[in-house]
Structures are given as C-alpha cells and as structure tokens.
C-alpha cells in the first residue's frame, strides 16, 4: 500500500506539469505497474519545461516509436527526476545502503549499481571530475542529460553498517544477472559481476585504493 501511495504521488506530481490529454496518459500507465518486477513504464521525459520544448515536441517523444517503455527490475522503493529531486537524493539515502538503477529515457538502457553510502555515490553523478570518465552510463549521461534519464532505488538494505559488503554485492548480482540476461543489449554495465574491478564505491566508499578497473 505504501508502495502504491508513493508511486501515485509520484505520477500526480509529474503529470501535473504535462498538457491534460499526456497527462491522463501518463497517470494511468504509471498507477497500473505490474505487483510483480520487472516494471514497466512508458517512455517519457521527467522534464518538459526544463527542456524547453513544445506539446508536439512532447507527443512525439511520449509516443515515440524507437522506445515506448522502459524497464525497472524491480518494485521500486524511491523513485527521482533527477535533477529535480538533487537534494532529496542526498538527503534520503544518505548513510543507507542501496542498490540503484538509473534509465535513459530516451533509448531505454539502464545501469544497475550499488552503494554503501547512497547519497555518496549518486550524487557523484553530477561531479565533473567522475562524470567526464570514459565509462558508457557517464557517456550516456554527459550525451542526454540528466534531464532524460530516471533514477530508481531498487532496494534499501538499511542503515551504512547494518548489512555486510558481500550482501550489498550479491544484491547487485541479482539485478546484474536480469539485466545481463535478459536486456543484454540494454545495458550500461560494463562488468556483468558486482564488484569484479575495483572503481568508484571502493575507493570513495570503503577506503581503498584505486584501481584501474571499472565498475
């Protein structure tokens, strides 16, 4: 139920911002999620008035015919826009340990990851210095924005501290294992194994030193 709640404060926040006819649209494709993942929801910009563009413009990337839906593996604990939602990001996962998703909207690729500091790591996402590495879910998002992308926290394993690394990372397996297997051409990962190579959330998050690996 609380679940349900959130998504529909969700969807009427969001479809406030849309023209009526997208809006209905869009409100009754994001209420009736499947109980069970993977997710399904349509393929529409978080953003309208950010991105500057009119209702025809908005029309045809709603019902666009290269993407119509994109993926969530899981039921979603927290869903954000972004750039919109910046502060809440940090301030709802910080010191939580998390497993997180993040969908082009656009295109429909998705990035599975995990995080023993949440706000840690995905505020990162906007850091010159991280955003600008070689990596194709930093390249996705340097090419289309943050704007055109949706960002789902897929599990809350508690408090930084209160689960092992080992399950955070065995999570992320799971999740890398769907997308791997069954949206291989999808994906925005470039190692199908949680933790193989040593990248970001090591370094930053657990004290290590840097690897030349990529995560």
Avoid at 103 to 126: D, P, Q
Wanted: aromatic share 12%; net charge positive.
């Amino acid at each position: 139920m609380i679940i349900l709640l959130s998504i529909y404060v969700f969807s009427f926040s969001f479809c406030t911002s849309l023209p009526l006819y997208l809006s209905t649209q869009a409100a009754l494709a994001i209420i009736f999620i499947k109980p069970l993942g993977p997710h399904i929801l349509p393929c529409i910009r978080p953003e309208y008035e950010d991105l500057n563009v009119n209702v025809a413009d908005n029309k045809k990337i709603f019902n666009s015919p290269g993407l119509q839906m994109a993926v969530i593996l899981n039921k979603p604990v927290r869903i954000y826009k972004p750039n919109l939602d910046r502060n809440l990001i940090g301030i709802e996962n910080k010191n939580r340990t998390i497993i997180y998703q993040w969908i082009n909207l656009i295109n429909g690729k998705m990035y599975v990851g995990s995080s023993w500091k949440g706000s840690i790591r995905l505020l990162s996402y906007w850091t010159p210095s991280i955003i600008k590495k070689n990596l194709p879910i930093y390249n996705s998002l340097c090419k289309y924005t943050h704007n055109n992308f949706m960002l789902i926290i897929l599990e809350d394993l508690g408090k930084t501290g209160s689960v092992p690394k080992d399950y955070m990372l065995s999570r992320e397996q799971f999740y890398l294992d769907i997308l791997f297997k069954t949206y291989p051409r999808l994906t925005l990962n470039k190692s199908p194994t949680a933790g193989s190579t040593l990248g970001f959330k090591h370094t930053a998050e657990f004290g290590l030193r840097p690897h030349r690996g990529v995560h």
